[in-house]
């Protein structure tokens, strides 16, 4: 009988601490849930409320996608690159070398920004070689087309081109840019509900600050356009009589002796021609100044030579110490006979 009693004490007292359990567990996942739920609603509220003030980080746009989506796509299709090339180029016929350019490059929708050109024949009737030199902008996506057509109308002796990646500073303006325009837009706001004369002078100082620096902002991002949209392209335009040949480095002793023989001769011609272009140049020039020296040296010579015939007559000859008379003539021979 006792066992039955403890026995059922024993189930009982297991069936209240179950129920307990239970009871307790409900109690303290209820209040948990609500307050988790309520934390998560608070901290989704603050960082909406951080990306509506904050003025520092740009906002996304309309059907852009968010920060940190398919970035790595957006770079490397979307790149603002600024092109900068140089051409040296050398043409035997440089008029007509120098009108091609000109046309080509306004045929591919780009212009000349500055233009020189120098040489002796310009400014004297002798000839000498002339340079031009040429900064023209390109469009970005034709400047090797214009490249190719440049080399096709003259002897290409160098070309260089640089790229610039300025996409970094780009976005940074333009982020710079929508914040700044976003302030513009709290700072009429506010002045519209502004009733103080000082509040009212405050915000105007302000906002012609914001203004300004948003003027900035646009002339740099219009100037980072025109620079990216059109690529500079520098030209150097020389005429020459023959055109420079590359040549391999000689590998063989004889290519060396051979190469430098035909160097020496090339050398001896090139002396040669330019003796005598400048014999037939200067030579009726030098035909006046030796006619000219001739005939000084020719008065010279001749009042030299009457001046000593003029003081031989005039000093006889000395016999002992003394001067002798002048001789007499002789009698003709009619009186002596």
């Given at each position: 009988?006792?066992?039955r009693i403890l026995a059922a004490c024993g189930v009982l007292l297991a069936v209240l601490l179950v129920l307990a359990g239970c009871g307790s567990r409900a109690a303290n996942d209820s209040p948990c849930d609500?307050?988790?739920?309520?934390?998560?609603?608070?901290?989704?509220?603050?960082?909406?409320?951080?990306?509506?003030?904050?003025?520092?980080?740009?906002?996304?746009?309309?059907?852009?996608?968010?920060?940190?989506?398919?970035?790595?796509?957006?770079?490397?299709?979307?790149?603002?690159?600024?092109?900068?090339?140089?051409?040296?180029?050398?043409?035997?016929?440089?008029?007509?070398?120098?009108?091609?350019?000109?046309?080509?490059?306004?045929?591919?929708?780009?212009?000349?920004?500055?233009?020189?050109?120098?040489?002796?024949?310009?400014?004297?009737?002798?000839?000498?070689?002339?340079?031009?030199?040429?900064?023209?902008?390109?469009?970005?996506?034709?400047?090797?087309?214009?490249?190719?057509?440049?080399?096709?109308?003259?002897?290409?002796?160098?070309?260089?081109?640089?790229?610039?990646?300025?996409?970094?500073?780009?976005?940074?303006?333009?982020?710079?840019?929508?914040?700044?325009?976003?302030?513009?837009?709290?700072?009429?706001?506010?002045?519209?509900?502004?009733?103080?004369?000082?509040?009212?002078?405050?915000?105007?100082?302000?906002?012609?600050?914001?203004?300004?620096?948003?003027?900035?902002?646009?002339?740099?991002?219009?100037?980072?356009?025109?620079?990216?949209?059109?690529?500079?392209?520098?030209?150097?335009?020389?005429?020459?009589?023959?055109?420079?040949?590359?040549?391999?480095?000689?590998?063989?002793?004889?290519?060396?002796?051979?190469?430098?023989?035909?160097?020496?001769?090339?050398?001896?011609?090139?002396?040669?021609e330019s003796v005598l272009v400048w014999l037939v140049t200067f030579l009726p020039l030098v035909l006046l100044?030796?006619?000219?020296?001739?005939?000084?040296?020719?008065?010279?010579?001749?009042?030299?030579?009457?001046?000593?015939?003029?003081?031989?007559?005039?000093?006889?000859?000395?016999?002992?110490?003394?001067?002798?008379?002048?001789?007499?003539?002789?009698?003709?021979?009619?009186?002596?006979?």
């Amino acid at each position: 009988m006792k066992k039955r009693i403890l026995a059922a004490c024993g189930v009982l007292l297991a069936v209240l601490l179950v129920l307990a359990g239970c009871g307790s567990r409900a109690a303290n996942d209820s209040p948990c849930d609500a307050g988790y739920g309520s934390y998560n609603q608070k901290s989704e509220s603050y960082k909406a409320s951080e990306t509506l003030f904050d003025t520092e980080s740009p906002m996304p746009s309309p059907g852009e996608p968010a920060a940190g989506e398919n970035s790595s796509a957006a770079l490397t299709t979307d790149r603002k690159l600024i092109q900068t090339a140089w051409m040296e180029l050398e043409s035997r016929d440089y008029p007509n070398a120098l009108a091609g350019l000109e046309k080509m490059i306004t045929e591919q929708g780009g212009y000349i920004e500055s233009r020189s050109e120098q040489g002796g024949s310009l400014y004297s009737t002798r000839y000498n070689a002339r340079y031009a030199g040429i900064t023209a902008r390109i469009p970005a996506e034709k400047l090797e087309t214009v490249m190719g057509s440049a080399g096709e109308l003259c002897n290409v002796v160098s070309r260089s081109t640089d790229v610039a990646d300025v996409t970094e500073s780009y976005t940074d303006t333009e982020a710079r840019l929508k914040t700044l325009r976003l302030q513009e837009e709290r700072l009429l706001e506010i002045l519209s509900k502004a009733t103080q004369l000082t509040d009212v002078l405050e915000l105007e100082s302000r906002l012609s600050d914001v203004r300004y620096q948003i003027e900035s902002y646009e002339a740099t991002l219009r100037n980072l356009d025109s620079r990216i949209s059109y690529s500079t392209l520098h030209i150097t335009l020389q005429e020459v009589v023959e055109y420079s040949i590359i040549n391999s480095p000689p590998q063989t002793l004889g290519q060396r002796l051979s190469d430098g023989f035909k160097d020496s001769m090339r050398m001896v011609k090139n002396s040669a021609e330019s003796v005598l272009v400048w014999l037939v140049t200067f030579l009726p020039l030098v035909l006046l100044w030796a006619a000219v020296i001739a005939v000084v040296v020719w008065l010279v010579c001749r009042l030299v030579r009457r001046r000593r015939q003029a003081g031989k007559r005039q000093a006889p000859p000395s016999v002992g110490g003394q001067p002798q008379p002048p001789a007499e003539p002789a009698e003709t021979g009619g009186e002596n006979g």
